[in-house]
């Protein structure tokens, strides 16, 4: 991928509309939530200050590899990703090579997230929210395969592949 391009992209994927958590019905969620409408534009800088220092790590990619596209397509998955109602997800962690990481929250607890990369694989599983949940969404605790769901929402825009185990 071309410099130029990746600059664009990259300038193009931080105007993408943010995802947008679910209100809880529940009052100690409705703590968390508030919280976190304050802390959100924050995360980023202390989440990658806590990465630059140490105190957390994380490399590599996450399991469930759902397909791939051309790396020329990119902005136009993206594109159609958000019409079907994913967000940016800034606030998640960085897997290497991503571009952009997009979800749709089902509630409060729960959300299908999205990893886009730029190689053209895209990934995608179903967890905990870091909203509601930080440590289990953290430690990966409820992580699962839900290509079914994934194959619904996206499946005709991508290449899948048959085993999602990596």
């Known amino acids: 991928m071309g410099s130029d391009f ?8 931080r105007e993408l509309p943010s995802s947008q958590m679910v209100y809880p019905r529940q009052l100690h969620h409705r703590i968390k939530y508030l919280f976190w409408r304050v802390y959100t ?14 105190i957390v790590k994380h490399e590599g990619r996450q399991n469930f590899l759902l397909g791939h596209i051309t ?4 902005p136009e998955f993206i ?3 958000v019409e079907r109602g994913y967000g940016n997800h800034f606030v998640a962690w960085n897997d290497d090579g991503q571009l952009a990481s997009l979800r749709i929250v089902e509630d ?3 959300q299908y997230h999205l990893r886009i990369f730029e190689d053209g694989e895209v990934r995608g599983h179903y967890e905990y929210t870091p909203e509601c949940y930080p ?30 185990g990596t």
């Open 6 to 13: 990746a600059a664009a992209l990259e300038s193009w994927l």
């Open 71 to 74: 790396p020329e397509a990119i």
């Open 41 to 54: 534009p924050y995360h980023p800088f202390l989440r990658d200050t806590a990465l630059a220092l140490g």
């Open 135 to 164: 440590i289990l969404h953290l430690r990966e605790i409820g992580l699962e395969d839900r290509r079914h769901i994934f194959n619904e929402h996206i499946g005709d825009l991508i290449t899948p592949v048959a085993d999602s």
């Open 108 to 110: 409060f607890e729960r």
């Open 79 to 81: 594109a159609r990703c």
